[in-house]
């Protein structure tokens, strides 16, 4: 009779450990898709839409005038923007000598990014 009643008990621990891990994943499953609900974005709507699509075509038409004209980027330091095919020539003919094009390369990129001031020495703290 023992041997019985020892197989029933094991039988009912498996059974309850089975329905808490089947429970859990129901939990886990509804709130996944309860939080889904709360944190999705509105749709878009018509008024929405047609505002991207003019922001769209505004960014894509300033990008193809950018590629295809010359123009100022900062006549300060005499920066400026070339079309592309004139700027492949200009390439060309600088890089037939490759220890010059890359010397004139490096002299236009510190023209255009000249290097910070140097720092103020950091005083030292009066507890060291």
Not at 1 to 11: A, I, P, R
Not at 66 to 71: I, K, R, V
Not at 76 to 99: C, F, H, S, Y
Request: hydrophobic share 40%; with cysteine.
């Amino acid at each position: 009779m023992n041997s019985e009643s020892k197989k029933c008990c094991s039988c009912a621990g498996k059974v309850a450990y089975a329905v808490a891990v089947l429970g859990a994943i129901l939990i886990v499953v509804f709130l996944d898709r309860e939080l889904k609900k709360y944190t999705a974005a509105p749709p878009v709507n018509v008024g929405r839409a047609e505002e991207r699509a003019k922001a769209l075509a505004e960014i894509r038409n300033a990008e193809a005038s950018a590629l295809g004209e010359t123009g100022w980027i900062d006549p300060t330091k005499g920066i400026v923007r070339l079309k592309i095919d004139d700027a492949m020539k200009l390439m060309e003919q600088d890089w037939q000598n490759p220890a010059a094009g890359r010397s004139n390369l490096l002299a236009r990129v510190e023209k255009a990014n000249p290097p910070p001031p140097p720092a103020a020495p950091v005083k030292p703290s009066e507890f060291e």
